[in-house]
């Protein structure tokens, strides 16, 4: 069967553990393009008008794999928790409802499930089994699939640990050991980036931001290439945990590179009306009064210019820049 894999969400998280449980099975996978004019146009016709520009893109890449009449499945998970006592988006655990809502007519092709990250092995393995069983695998080669899914979620994690992105784990999902022992190019500066890896990753939605920051010479580094041991402790300004697992990486791990002193500064990228994010945000903006490092939130929506956010990029190199006695670029 072929099973089509929207480019979005929780893709820049969890597509090498559905990579390794799909091609265990023997099933070929289709990936939505990369976010382009055509799937954010697919995603704003297709979405409800108050959500944030990420949930509308998704709607788009689903949108995009349902019009392809050889695509038997598409896989629209509920990732409903990623760690203890910690719980998604609720627009995002509710995703599976909002697509089979929006897509009536394919709702029978939309193949989806109740995952449970971080919690052990059994919740996987109960999810998997699931999905199996709709596509007809028998138990042993479901619990194989699974054990070839975790294993390659784990290989990726070790990849982003070693400072490699996402883009490039999903570029090198064949040949992640390659991958792993490939070393990182230093470069001359070094910023974070901070927020969710949908808005991170998502180069037609931030204005390529990582591509921009390498061509000037910038090494980036990202919040999910981090061991939560090393931010566990930044909780200034906060009671307690956050509720969504992805605001306290963000917000955290944003703190942790705030008191790096290797790196240069910090950048936030964020949607439009993800009320997550604003939180992040501000405690992040707390933070970096005290630090005196760097810090910019880049905020998009459906409306957004490249040319803006290229200026802004531009300016926050040569803060940089300024602040270590570099000059400015043009100089």
């Known amino acids: ?36 004019k055509t799937i954010l146009n697919l995603g704003v016709s297709n979405a409800v008008d108050d959500i944030c520009i990420s949930v509308k893109v998704y709607h788009g890449h689903v949108k995009y794999l349902l019009d392809k009449k050889d695509v038997d499945y598409v896989f629209v998970p509920r990732v409903v928790s990623e760690d203890k006592y910690k719980y ?12 089979k809502s929006v897509f009536s007519k394919d709702a029978d092709r939309i193949l989806s499930v109740n995952m449970y990250m971080n919690q052990g092995r059994k919740p996987l393995f109960d999810a998997f089994g699931e999905i199996g069983r709709k596509l007809g695998a028998s138990v042993k080669n479901v619990k194989k699939a699974v054990k070839e899914a975790v294993i ?43 927020g969710f890896p949908y808005d991170i990753y998502d180069s037609y939605m931030n204005g390529d931001v990582i591509k921009r920051l390498e061509e000037a010479d910038v090494r980036v580094v990202v919040t999910d290439m981090l061991n939560p041991k090393v931010y566990k402790k930044y909780t200034k300004y906060m009671i307690k ?5 992805q605001a306290n990486v963000a917000a955290k791990g944003g703190m942790y590179y705030m008191d790096s002193p290797d ?30 490092k760097p810090l910019m939130h880049i ?7 490249d040319a803006g956010l290229v200026t802004r990029i531009e300016a926050f190199i040569d803060l940089i820049r300024v602040k270590k ?7």
């Open 241 to 245: 945990d956050l509720f969504w697992h």
């Open 88 to 99: 998604t988006c609720s627009k995002l655990a509710a995703m599976p409802d909002l697509i």
């Open 152 to 194: 390659y979620q784990e290989k990726a994690t070790n990849c982003l640990r070693n400072g490699h992105n996402f883009i490039e784990v999903v570029r090198n999902i064949r040949n992640l050991d390659d991958l792993l022992d490939k070393p990182v190019k230093e470069r001359q500066y070094k910023v974070a980036l901070a």
């Open 325 to 331: 006695g570099d000059g400015l670029v043009a100089s």
């Open 299 to 305: 905020v998009v929506d459906e409306q957004t210019g």
């Open 263 to 292: 790196i240069d500064g910090v950048i936030t990228i964020s949607s439009f009306n993800c009320g997550i994010g604003a939180i992040y945000e501000k405690l992040l903006d707390l933070y970096s009064k005290e630090t005196g």
């Open 1 to 36: 069967m072929k099973i089509g894999i929207p480019r979005g969400l929780y893709f820049y998280v969890y597509y090498p553990m559905w990579y390794g449980f799909f091609e265990s099975l023997g099933h070929d996978m289709v990936l939505s393009v990369p976010t382009n």
